[in-house]
């Protein structure tokens, strides 16, 4: 008897017969019901090479790509109480629409003759598509028990609904998604660590072995604060972009025109990145921090970091998309969040009524030459001082200023003919500097706290209206030499 249980034992490895009790569903029909005896993990993986079957949670989706072979294949990153750092399973199907489509971490999934396996010193699930199969359901208790997808070869029992309900039950105190450290680029934070859901819109190799991701949720990035200028540093302009080059046009006019683009650095090469180069995958970065640079917001993902790829039907992506559709429904909301209620009252433009646009809307316009009302922050002017000002007013310089909103940063020009308009009027080199310091979030000291403004490092330029207009300088390379200059806009007294 143990002779032939051991021949049983070795054709169920080999896969020339399937378990009992899916045979015997399959021939009786539909009216007949298995019965599945359910391990948990941890007690699967003692038996190596036998059919099993699991009812896990999933806490990793991965993507779905072509196998060596003819085949495509998938890996989940599965939980169960008994194992909290989980167990690998690999699917293997003739067509992309065959493997596993999880919505969201946290769903729970049942497996039915799968075996464990050994590969390299780890432990793994293998499933085979000749007689394996699966069925993936809702994460909460309040859902129903009927699954959302399964394999055409799975058969259920009214039985797997007691342990679907404990595997819910135990996923509402144990949760896959960490929401508890989840942010979004609206709330970052400097030097914290944290948990970022985000499309991935790009993906760039830098020098020196350095990855850039270009990654976005709809909303914007907060308003930093910049180094108070000083005298010596008033010909110095923070750089337009944290790349040691822009991006190429083609790319720059894929990106959202609304919602700010995070940097995000890694010097570190990771399997989903072949995946996170298509632009259309939203992802979960586990463990990435964030600092500033030049008033700009610079991702890094630090060496503990994990990113998992998420389905455009994962419940966090739906809530994001919903509110970004929300947002770009109601024209106000479409400004900086930061500029929101009211934006400053510092400059007047000839064009109230005209519509609001965002600087990455006006860099990926597709014409060069346009006019477009934006709400932007003055972050460097070059001349910004009382001895240069002078020759301003006087029509012998023009002023450089650089702009930035949550979309972009960018230069822009007063030309010489426009300064004495920009400022008011011809006025004094003091009341010309006042007006300057303003733009820039320099405060203008008093009697009372001279020492304390002296002392201030930091100034918090305030948003303000402004009129724009492109132009080019090169007929031979206009998109190259494209420039913008402000126009019908002054500064009140």
């Given at each position: 008897?143990?002779?032939?249980?051991?021949?049983?034992?070795?054709?169920?490895?080999?896969?020339?017969?399937?378990?009992?009790?899916?045979?015997?569903?399959?021939?009786?029909?539909?009216?007949?019901?298995?019965?599945?005896?359910?391990?948990?993990?941890?007690?699967?993986?003692?038996?190596?090479?036998?059919?099993?079957?699991?009812?896990?949670?999933?806490?990793?989706?991965?993507?779905?790509?072509?196998?060596?072979?003819?085949?495509?294949?998938?890996?989940?990153?599965?939980?169960?109480?008994?194992?909290?750092?989980?167990?690998?399973?690999?699917?293997?199907?003739?067509?992309?629409?065959?493997?596993?489509?999880?919505?969201?971490?946290?769903?729970?999934?049942?497996?039915?003759?799968?075996?464990?396996?050994?590969?390299?010193?780890?432990?793994?699930?293998?499933?085979?598509?000749?007689?394996?199969?699966?069925?993936?359901?809702?994460?909460?208790?309040?859902?129903?028990?009927?699954?959302?997808?399964?394999?055409?070869?799975?058969?259920?029992?009214?039985?797997?609904?007691?342990?679907?309900?404990?595997?819910?039950?135990?996923?509402?105190?144990?949760?896959?998604?960490?929401?508890?450290?989840?942010?979004?680029?609206?709330?970052?934070?400097?030097?914290?660590?944290?948990?970022?859901?985000?499309?991935?819109?790009?993906?760039?190799?830098?020098?020196?072995?350095?990855?850039?991701?270009?990654?976005?949720?709809?909303?914007?990035?907060?308003?930093?604060?910049?180094?108070?200028?000083?005298?010596?540093?008033?010909?110095?302009?923070?750089?337009?972009?944290?790349?040691?080059?822009?991006?190429?046009?083609?790319?720059?006019?894929?990106?959202?025109?609304?919602?700010?683009?995070?940097?995000?650095?890694?010097?570190?090469?990771?399997?989903?990145?072949?995946?996170?180069?298509?632009?259309?995958?939203?992802?979960?970065?586990?463990?990435?921090?964030?600092?500033?640079?030049?008033?700009?917001?610079?991702?890094?993902?630090?060496?503990?970091?994990?990113?998992?790829?998420?389905?455009?039907?994962?419940?966090?992506?739906?809530?994001?998309?919903?509110?970004?559709?929300?947002?770009?429904?109601?024209?106000?909301?479409?400004?900086?969040?930061?500029?929101?209620?009211?934006?400053?009252?510092?400059?007047?433009?000839?064009?109230?009524?005209?519509?609001?646009?965002?600087?990455?809307?006006?860099?990926?316009?597709?014409?060069?030459?346009?006019?477009?009302?934006?709400?932007?922050?003055?972050?460097?002017?070059?001349?910004?001082?009382?001895?240069?000002?002078?020759?301003?007013?006087?029509?012998?310089?023009?002023?450089?200023?650089?702009?930035?909103?949550?979309?972009?940063?960018?230069?822009?020009?007063?030309?010489?003919?426009?300064?004495?308009?920009?400022?008011?009027?011809?006025?004094?080199?003091?009341?010309?500097?006042?007006?300057?310091?303003?733009?820039?979030?320099i405060p203008e000291p008093t009697d009372t706290d001279v020492g304390e403004q002296a002392s201030a490092s930091k100034r918090n330029p305030p948003w303000i209206w402004c009129c724009l207009k492109s132009y080019y300088l090169d007929e031979d390379d206009i998109w190259g030499s494209r420039r913008y200059r402000?126009?019908?806009?002054?500064?009140?007294?």
């Amino acid at each position: 008897m143990e002779e032939a249980a051991g021949r049983q034992r070795k054709r169920q490895r080999d896969g020339d017969m399937a378990p009992s009790t899916e045979a015997a569903a399959a021939a009786a029909g539909p009216s007949a019901e298995a019965q599945y005896l359910y391990l948990p993990i941890a007690d699967a993986l003692k038996v190596p090479g036998v059919r099993i079957c699991l009812f896990a949670a999933v806490s990793e989706i991965g993507a779905a790509v072509r196998s060596r072979g003819t085949d495509f294949t998938l890996t989940l990153r599965i939980v169960d109480q008994s194992r909290a750092s989980g167990i690998s399973v690999t699917f293997f199907a003739d067509n992309t629409a065959l493997l596993p489509c999880v919505r969201s971490s946290g769903h729970v999934i049942s497996l039915h003759n799968i075996m464990i396996a050994l590969h390299n010193g780890e432990l793994f699930v293998t499933y085979n598509k000749k007689f394996s199969s699966f069925a993936l359901f809702e994460g909460k208790v309040s859902t129903e028990c009927r699954p959302y997808q399964h394999s055409a070869k799975y058969h259920g029992s009214k039985h797997d609904n007691e342990i679907l309900t404990q595997m819910r039950t135990w996923l509402s105190f144990h949760p896959q998604d960490h929401e508890d450290i989840e942010l979004q680029l609206r709330s970052i934070k400097s030097d914290s660590a944290f948990d970022l859901i985000c499309k991935v819109l790009h993906v760039r190799e830098a020098s020196n072995g350095v990855w850039i991701l270009y990654v976005w949720d709809g909303t914007d990035t907060p308003a930093t604060e910049f180094q108070m200028i000083l005298d010596t540093e008033s010909d110095i302009s923070p750089p337009l972009h944290l790349e040691e080059a822009p991006l190429p046009r083609e790319v720059l006019c894929t990106m959202p025109c609304v919602g700010s683009v995070l940097r995000v650095f890694t010097n570190r090469f990771f399997k989903e990145l072949l995946h996170l180069q298509k632009g259309t995958y939203w992802a979960r970065f586990c463990n990435i921090t964030c600092k500033q640079e030049f008033g700009m917001w610079k991702g890094i993902m630090l060496p503990i970091c994990r990113v998992r790829l998420l389905s455009n039907e994962d419940g966090s992506v739906v809530e994001r998309l919903k509110m970004f559709d929300s947002r770009i429904a109601v024209k106000v909301h479409r400004q900086p969040m930061a500029s929101l209620p009211n934006a400053s009252d510092i400059t007047d433009v000839e064009y109230k009524s005209a519509g609001y646009s965002t600087l990455m809307e006006s860099l990926t316009h597709g014409e060069v030459l346009h006019k477009i009302k934006t709400l932007v922050r003055v972050v460097a002017a070059y001349p910004c001082q009382a001895r240069d000002l002078s020759l301003v007013l006087a029509g012998k310089h023009g002023v450089r200023l650089t702009l930035e909103d949550p979309t972009a940063r960018i230069r822009a020009y007063i030309h010489r003919d426009d300064g004495a308009k920009f400022f008011g009027g011809f006025l004094t080199v003091e009341a010309a500097t006042r007006k300057m310091n303003k733009l820039l979030g320099i405060p203008e000291p008093t009697d009372t706290d001279v020492g304390e403004q002296a002392s201030a490092s930091k100034r918090n330029p305030p948003w303000i209206w402004c009129c724009l207009k492109s132009y080019y300088l090169d007929e031979d390379d206009i998109w190259g030499s494209r420039r913008y200059r402000i126009y019908a806009t002054e500064i009140r007294d």
